[in-house]
């Protein structure tokens, strides 16, 4: 599976030239034998405020300068101390948590990681702050104010229980900041800004080349890793080159040539590449709701139960899978992954069959029409899908979907356009009836942070004109997994939401999405944290 010759040598003249133009570059060895890792992205990196980190380029980033106040592991899942010295101290109710910090951490500003910090951190993760654009976290819930107790010593109140709140402290949403930082506005956490966020964490932003590079160099007083971790003190390389190579030819190509160490998301076709001497592949799990489609169903072609139900029935995700992925990237057989915490198997549910699809147009009066497109009081039933750009291969599995809905009289048209076009159209049911994504957390509110009205509102459940909530029974199920106290409840709650999404034929899974990053075998110690985003820490680099 060789990229033609001419391909490649274009994909290296790009990689080569963007390198070329980092003046900043301290290292000046190729990236295989040096000390500096270079690291490339599919896509450019759009705020570094932690409560909305979430897109992966953001997160990549904040992995690397920020620690957080627990650590989960991404291979129990288990919570350890990391800036807390110990786990914290949880009420009956988990409406109160008490952490106690480690001594002697510091900002690479040389300001203390103290309880009154750790206190503006997360009174503006939870609460937000509208005059400065700033959101709340969805990883917080039911957050009332935090309290220094002492100097090392920090509560937090909750409003009504918040059980995911321990597991929320060990995400990038939660990555802790300097007070100087945490008095930015939205805009002054975007691009161009990049170095004057100011964290704790193992590697500094020293330079930025806005939309395309930043320069990561390593912090060499950093000495408070969680204790969980085999390596202790500073990062092993003196820093991390981050390129944005759009092309995955170019970034399978730099690796594969040795021109770079790591890139992400590496496309299926091109996974067998990296099974050659002297490369690897990593694919990580995201632990969270699955790569999907969300079926605007208040929609005046989607209100209708048995449309969706024949949207669903109509698609067949195992031809899918098979003819664009891998094995690494398993059949979903629900909306969360199995290895998701609250994961419910609703399989049954998405089952294709376009003979029932068929069925269910009829008995709904859509009736084929002179093209072969159902039609109904003069309407043709044409829907809009996005492009999801930060997904492996959307584009791919929508016109995979056209085709497949197509020989049911059902029309597919794709919204295309940049992620600034993606982002303005995501809420408006007007322009995308049908929206392709996923989101990755490994805690039971990942369900909540999708498709509850005041998160993420993939299914535009929350009617942002009338602020009318359409399904109530959904989003009340959804604030229950977030606030009840004790795991058997929010595994209850988790599991009646699935089940709801899926009675109510409002989701279709497709697969488990992985993180897949193509590496040279010289490159030692790479991890990823619990959804896939990268860690750099621990890496070395050899010959």
């Known amino acids: 599976m060789k990229k033609p010759r001419i391909a490649l040598i274009g994909a290296l003249t790009v990689v080569a030239l963007a390198m070329t133009g980092c003046s900043s570059s301290a290292s000046g060895t190729d990236s295989a034998g040096g000390k500096t890792l270079t690291y490339l992205e599919p896509q450019t990196w759009n705020t570094l405020y932690p409560p909305a980190g979430g897109f992966y380029p953001n997160g990549g980033v904040l992995n690397q300068v920020t620690d957080r106040l627990l650590y989960q592991d991404p291979e129990t899942l288990e919570l350890e101390p990391w800036i807390a010295a110990e786990l914290p101290e949880v009420n009956a109710d988990a409406t109160e948590y008490t952490f106690k910090l480690r001594d002697g951490v510091t900002y ?60 929320a402290v060990s995400t990038i949403n939660s990555g802790l900041l300097s007070n100087k930082t ?134 067949d995700r195992e031809a899918i899978v098979d003819t664009l992925f891998t094995k690494n990237y398993p059949l979903a057989t629900g909306i969360l992954a199995k290895t998701a915490l609250g994961y419910t198997d609703t399989s049954k549910f998405y089952e294709y069959d376009p003979a029932k699809a068929a069925k269910l147009l009829d008995e709904a009066g859509w009736v084929a029409g002179s093209d072969g497109i159902r039609e109904k009081d003069g309407q043709k039933l044409v829907i809009t899908f996005n492009e999801a750009l930060p ?101 209850k709650a988790s599991a009646a939401a699935q089940q709801r999404l899926a009675e109510q034929a409002y989701v279709l899974p497709l697969f488990e999405e992985p993180q897949v990053f193509g590496l040279r075998s010289s490159v030692k110690g790479f991890h990823t944290e619990s959804i896939g985003r990268p860690s750099f820490y621990d890496v070395t680099l050899g010959k």
Request: aromatic letters at 6%; proline letters at 4%; glycine letters at 8%.
């Open 108 to 167: 690479s500003d040389g300001t203390p990681l103290d309880a009154e910090n750790v206190v503006k951190n997360l009174d503006l993760f939870g609460k937000g702050d509208t005059k400065r654009a700033l959101s709340v976290s969805e990883a917080i819930n039911n957050y009332d104010h935090g309290e220094a107790v002492d100097a090392h010593t920090v509560k937090f109140f909750f409003t009504a229980p918040s059980p995911g709140f321990a597991q």
């Open 182 to 315: 945490l008095d930015r506005t939205s805009e002054e956490f975007g691009p161009g800004n990049a170095d004057k966020i100011i964290g704790s964490g193992p590697f500094v932003i020293a330079d930025e080349k806005v939309g395309s590079e930043l320069k990561l160099t390593t912090r060499k007083d950093y000495d408070w890793a969680p204790k969980a971790r085999d390596h202790q003190g500073a990062a092993k390389i003196d820093g991390v080159d981050i390129l944005v190579a759009a092309e995955s030819s170019v970034r399978v190509g730099t690796v594969v040539s040795g021109q770079a160490d790591i890139a992400r998301q590496i496309p299926a076709p091109d996974e067998a590449q990296f099974l050659a001497d002297g490369l690897t592949l990593v694919a990580a799990s995201t632990n969270g709701v699955n790569n999907s489609l969300s079926l605007r169903f208040n929609h005046p072609l989607l209100n209708d139960i048995k449309v969706r139900q024949a949207i669903i029935a109509g698609v």
């Open 391 to 491: 997904q492996p291969r959307s584009k791919e599995v929508v016109t995979l979907i056209q085709e497949q809905l197509a020989k049911i009289g059902i029309g597919v048209e794709l919204f295309a356009g940049d992620q600034a076009a993606q982002d303005e159209a995501r809420l408006d049911e007007d322009k995308i009836q049908v929206y392709h994504s996923m989101v990755g957390r490994a805690d039971y509110d990942v369900l909540k942070s999708q498709f509850y009205s005041k998160n993420r509102n993939a299914l535009l459940n929350l009617d942002t004109a009338t602020e009318t909530v359409r399904d109530k029974e959904l989003d009340g199920l959804l604030e229950q997994v977030a606030s009840v106290p004790t795991t058997e409840e929010r595994q």
